[in-house]
């Protein structure tokens, strides 16, 4: 199994355009703003086949939808990418959220600019 260096891992969104809007202005490049359940599916999927990508955060609303159980084994069975379901709308909440997930996964806090 091929390891992800975390400094060059990435992150994903997958949610609905507040939350879309919200990581991208905190700095996250990798964003989808799916609007049906094929689009949520091919969403996830790219990011499963992207070696990059080591956390995907998706509001829980979305990922609610999925009917493809091999796509909902892969999101709660595999150690990378880590799944972070979400709830809640808005830029704040966004980067609240992303700034607690950093300060857990590797112990600093970024401050992100407000």
Known sequence: MERVDPKHSKIAVIGDS????????????????????QEIERAISEVLSNDNIGIVIISEELASKITDRKILRAMDGGLLPLFVRIEGRGAKAGEDMLRKLILRAIGIDIGLSK
């Open 18 to 37: 507040l939350l879309v809007s919200g990581m991208s202005s905190a700095g996250i490049k990798v964003l989808y703003n799916p609007s049906n359940t």
